[in-house]
């Protein structure tokens, strides 16, 4: 049950495998512990997705709340995150079809470390105007232009490009073939290149 | 390999995760097609700066109860399910009881009657977790964490304030206004 994301933590921390079964054995103290693992991570890719604070924690909540409801069906052939990670997507991609018409944004604090980004300095970074400026700036347009996407090819970006997922675990979330994710992601990327133009221009 | 499915595999060719036999066909490739080069660098900028959304934070604080939220929502909707069930079991039982209902339609009752017990039995079976030994009404109703209880008292607190300000802060301290926007509240109180 221990998969590639267990393998991530260090040594000392249990795997997610103990904490279902106690869950299952009626330990709710032990799906706070998967809470706690996970929540933020979940929250990054729904918020990628639905580009708004507060839907992104509701739809971290239910996906949690649904996962929790299943845990029961839970097999162990994928490893917990990747099943996790598939329900907040799906979840997540239900809503936004739901939501087509009704676009509203809520934007995010940057991490201060975007500024030591090479990607940052090379393709955002303008001398003349000012940080703060830059930054909201490229989240309006990076949200905006993620927008214009597809349902299905925005998950796929989100997960490749912003949450850097291989293309099998990506594959399995979305539920389509490797092939499938190599095609969206180029197709998405093409459309993308359009539409942040003004960044992709050699300085 | 053909320009085209060269393309397909940009990413992988970049992060190195292409077997050996893939990766020296496309690098043969982009050596021989410049425009192909060009390509794969606009793809890799795309990445890249697609990749900046990254550090964008949730804001500050508004995960920390996220535990304690969960499992308040967990007893609502346990509640909620129970309540359903419940309700229409009772109204079944109305039903097949009253002396103006013909046979035909009391059989039928009844059989719906037990389907319902059965499914509120099975619900009552698969809720694993400590609100098993208790009412589920009464879970809801009461904060069981300390975090719940700091929520709710901050809440308090916010309520005292002007309107406009309380529904500004409440998603920061709270983590979250789902719940107040979606009428929770009612049982916090």
Known sequence: MAGEKDK?????????????????????????????????????VIYHIVNHHEDAYDLTQEAFLRAYKSLKSYQGKANF?????????????NFKKRRKDALSISLNEFDQ??????????????????????????QEKLNDSLDKLSEEHRA???????????????????????????????YAHLQLKSLLANYLKQK | ?????????????????????TAGEIRLLLQSNSELMAEYEMDGRIEALVGLKRYELPAEGSLDTFAAEFHRRRRYAEA??????????????????SPT??????????????????????HSASNHGSTRSESAWAAAAR??????????????????????????????INGDAGPNVHGFSQFEF
């Open chain 1, 8 to 44: 991530e933590r260090p040594e000392q921390d249990p795997p997610d495998s103990l904490f279902i079964e106690q869950t299952l054995a009626g330990d709710d103290s032990a799906f706070d512990r998967l809470i706690e693992r996970y929540k933020n991570r979940l929250y990054s």
């Open chain 1, 81 to 93: 995150y990747t099943w996790l990670y598939r329900i907040a997507v799906n979840h997540a991609l």
């Open chain 1, 113 to 138: 470390n975007i500024e030591k980004d090479r990607a940052f300095k090379e393709l955002v970074v303008n001398e003349k105007a000012s940080k703060t400026l830059l930054l909201s700036e490229l």
């Open chain 1, 156 to 186: 796929v970006v989100v997960l490749h490009d912003v949450e850097g997922l291989p293309h099998g675990e990506i594959a399995k979330i979305v539920g389509c073939s490797e092939g499938t994710v190599r095609s969206r992601l180029h």
């Open chain 2, 1 to 21: 390999m053909s320009p085209d499915k060269a393309r397909l595999h940009f990413a992988e060719y970049r992060k190195g995760t292409l077997d050996a036999r």
């Open chain 2, 80 to 97: 909620s399910a129970e309540s359903v069930l419940l309700r229409f079991r009772d109204k079944l039982h109305d039903y097949v009881l």
């Open chain 2, 101 to 122: 209902t013909s046979l035909l339609r009391t059989a039928a009752g009844a059989a719906a009657l037990a389907l319902i017990v059965g499914l509120s039995l099975f």
């Open chain 2, 143 to 172: 904060p069981h964490h300390a975090d719940d209880i700091a929520a709710v008292n901050a809440s308090v607190v916010l309520a005292n304030n002007d309107v406009e300000t309380a529904s500004y802060v409440l998603p920061r």
